[in-house]
């Protein structure tokens, strides 16, 4: 068994009436089968597989690097329904089901996919 250790930082001063830092931290204790962190160049035109089968409960860490065009976007669809927009820059890091698939479509222009997928032990 290994760790995972999560942490999410939300901080401003200018986004709500109310001054917002927010700091929460996991560990995660994670297993087989898992992703290790990976490119994929996903093209506009159609959703492309990222994670063709997904056995177990998983966590799934997926980002835009994309910089060619800022104006492109990456749909992201989890069991074929999409459910995440992934801006140039812009990341999830998202607890799903087992038995999910990951699909990605780019619209405006290609966009690159950085990704990795973790098991729950």
């Known amino acids: 068994m290994a760790t ?3 942490k999410l930082t939300l ?5 709500t009436s109310d001054v917002l830092n927010l700091s929460v ?7 087989e089968p898992t992703t290790n962190v990976s490119r994929k160049s996903i093209a506009t035109g159609s959703a492309q597989d990222v994670l063709a089968s997904n056995s177990a409960f998983s966590y799934l860490y997926i980002k835009n690097i994309s910089s060619s065009n800022a104006a492109s976007f990456l749909q992201i669809k989890l069991g074929g329904n999409a459910v995440i927009r992934l801006d140039v820059g ?3 890091f998202v607890p799903m089901y087992s038995g999910l698939t990951v699909q990605a479509e780019a619209y405006t222009a290609a966009c690159v996919l950085e990704y990795a997928q973790f098991s729950k032990a």
């Open 4 to 6: 995972l250790t999560t």
């Open 11 to 15: 901080n401003s001063s200018t986004a």
């Open 90 to 92: 812009e990341f999830a």
């Open 25 to 31: 931290s996991d560990v995660l204790v994670v297993g």
